[in-house]
């Protein structure tokens, strides 16, 4: 049975229960499209990476990259368990703030910072940057001049690794768009420029090398590669670095064809790979940060829609529409992302037909999941699309200007409201009248 791959009960009567609470009452209440989260997961996953690192006895951090599910109430949730936050963007980073999320915890990432984002970092305080590219640097160092500030900074770098993944989510590879090459020299003039700065601190090294990675090899590969190049910094300036930031991407069990590691190995072997290099070139161990997102949310969350219309295409295809799609999950049209799905309230019946989930928007291309195996559908079913918990709502649109769909936190058997659905009047809010 697919639940039984999944963190989720079924209860007496068939109903998949998420968080203890029966998934038809959810949808009921606060109506579907419906994006539900059971918190006691969430904070579960978080606490297999923390564990993790206590028990091998080294200094690490865990930082939440918010950009798999970024609103208030998750922030709060990771500040609860004493996690760090990756942001990208001056609305991650404004979210932050609003939750009340200690700004010495927050790293800030990304590609093309604005100068706005880059001064709003400085002037809230954050624990760290990760400096991608060379304007970024000069940009920061007009505002720290200015300011007269310091701030603590990390090296971005591209090591060159072709991760096992789809190729829209490598970023580890020499061919990015993201950080400073190792192979042409890029990351030595970065660090020729930050090394000794007089407002920038530079701590070491981060990378990442892509995303749903289910080996360890990679992170080996990226480990050793790094260690390289600081050696070559500590036998040219002594520099010893205090932060190796080793990024995420570890995989979340989708389908059936998804084989994921568990979480405690990923960061054994890293710290395996930290230490020995350290040791080589006899040096302290530096601390250890590494940043998952979709493998703290991803296996959390729930999504729920109601079955509308259905088409039968004798000898082709059967179609079942629901009353989301990719406004709020784009992920399949994207990127070909696969998931697995059971009717809520028929969760224990066995298949009798094969079904492909459509969307209601108007694209051909909406497509949730293809040849589905479910018992009998009607109108009114309520369909569970599993493990939709990353890059859902953070990816959702208001395509055909659908309203987004409300967010759900469940924990204990107590369900609470944390983001609200949209209405046709906050669809149009920032609209202006041409009349």
Request: net charge negative; aromatic share 8%.
């Amino acid at each position: 049975m697919i639940i039984d791959h999944h963190p989720f009960e079924v209860n007496a009567a068939g109903h998949l229960m998420i968080g203890g609470v029966d998934s038809l009452t959810l949808a009921e209440k606060y109506g579907t499209p419906l994006y539900v989260y059971d918190v006691g997961i969430i904070r579960k996953n978080a606490r297999s990476f923390v564990q993790t690192f206590k028990d091998l006895d080294v200094q690490a951090k865990v930082a939440y990259a918010s950009k798999a599910f970024s609103s208030i109430a998750m922030v709060q949730v990771a500040k609860q368990e004493g996690l760090c936050l990756d942001v990208v963007s001056e609305g991650e980073l404004y979210t932050a703030l609003q939750a009340g999320f200690p700004t010495e915890r927050i790293h800030l990432h990304g590609n093309n910072k604005s100068r706005e984002e880059l001064k709003m970092a400085v002037d809230e305080n954050i624990g760290c940057i990760v400096i991608d590219n060379l304007y970024e640097i000069q940009l920061l160092e007009e505002i720290l001049r200015e300011e007269n500030k310091t701030i603590d900074v990390l090296i971005r770098v591209t090591p060159g690794i072709e991760s096992n993944t789809h190729q829209y989510i490598m970023t580890g590879n020499e061919d990015s768009k993201f950080g400073f090459n190792l192979i042409n020299g890029q990351a030595d003039e970065a660090f020729q420029l930050l090394h000794n700065h007089g407002h920038i601190q530079l701590k070491g090294l981060h990378c990442h090398i892509g995303s749903q990675i289910f080996e360890t090899e990679g992170f080996m590969v990226a480990v050793n590669l790094l260690f390289d190049q600081l050696e070559k910094w500590l036998d040219q300036v002594d520099f010893v670095p205090e932060v190796l930031n080793l990024g995420g991407g570890y995989g979340i069990r989708y389908t059936e064809e998804d084989e994921p590691l568990a979480y405690h190995i990923y960061a054994e072997k890293i710290v395996a790979a930290v230490r020995e290099n350290s040791e080589r070139l006899n040096i302290s161990l530096p601390e250890i940060w590494i940043e998952p997102g979709r493998s703290i949310v991803g296996n959390a969350g729930v999504s729920l829609y109601t079955i509308g219309s259905s088409k039968e295409i004798p000898n082709i295809r059967n179609y079942v529409s629901v009353d989301g799609g990719m406004a709020d999950n784009i992920r399949p049209a994207l990127y070909e992302a696969q998931y697995e799905a059971v009717l809520a309230n028929k969760a224990t019946e066995e298949p009798t037909t094969t079904v492909s989930i459509a969307g209601k928007a108007c694209e051909s291309g909406d497509m949730l999941i293809w040849d589905l195996p479910l018992p009998e559908v009607q109108p009114g079913d309520v369909l569970a699309v599993l493990a939709t918990g990353a890059y859902g709502f953070s990816m959702a649109s208001n395509y055909n200007r659908l309203a987004k769909p409300a967010v759900v936190f469940v924990e204990d058997g107590m369900d609470r409201l944390v983001v609200r659905r949209e209405s046709v009047e906050d669809i149009v809010k920032n609209d202006l009248s041409y009349e």
